[in-house]
């Protein structure tokens, strides 16, 4: 299945109106940077992948950081709704789980093994390495699976 090739008359029409992708008028096909996800966007994902080293060095800062999953959930429903394709595809793919699942184990796992080791991470100034490593490893690994998923549904054949 290529969700590049075609969209079916209701989301062109809905994208067209919107000023989203496809809103050219070509209902048909669509190119990969029209689903392509904005580096900002990955930003708000990385804030909240080190949210709990945030709040663990900056206790205040959890009104900005609910503030930014409001806003991230209402820009991921309305100015990326034309992009939920790609994401669902994205989601069912094994990749982007792993991905999950290893920011979580890596979360956990350092912690963990920095507390095993005599050394917890106790300090403001600990916590805010932490949630500048993890911010960056998700920006990275997010950008890197889009990536590798936007290659590979361009190269699926579309009869498949």
Request: aromatic content about 8%.
């Amino acid at each position: 299945m290529n969700i590049l090739k075609k969209t079916d008359t209701k989301t062109a029409t809905a994208t067209a109106t919107a000023g989203g992708p496809g809103a050219e008028g070509d209902a048909g096909n669509l190119a990969p940077a029209d689903y392509r996800l904005p580096v900002w966007f990955f930003g708000f994902e990385g804030v909240l992948a080190a949210a709990f080293d945030i709040i663990k060095a900056f206790p205040s800062a959890w009104p900005v950081l609910l503030g930014l999953l409001v806003v991230n959930i209402a820009v991921s429903l309305t100015m990326m709704r034309p992009r939920l394709k790609l994401a669902k595809a994205l989601w069912r793919g094994k990749e982007t789980r792993r991905v999950a699942i290893a920011l979580v184990v890596l979360r956990v796992g350092s912690h963990f093994a920095l507390n095993a080791l005599g050394f917890a991470v106790t300090s403001t100034f600990g916590h805010a390495v932490f949630a500048v490593v993890m911010a960056t490893v998700t920006i990275g690994l997010l950008a890197y699976s889009q990536e590798t998923a936007i290659r590979a549904l361009t190269r699926t054949p579309a009869g498949r």
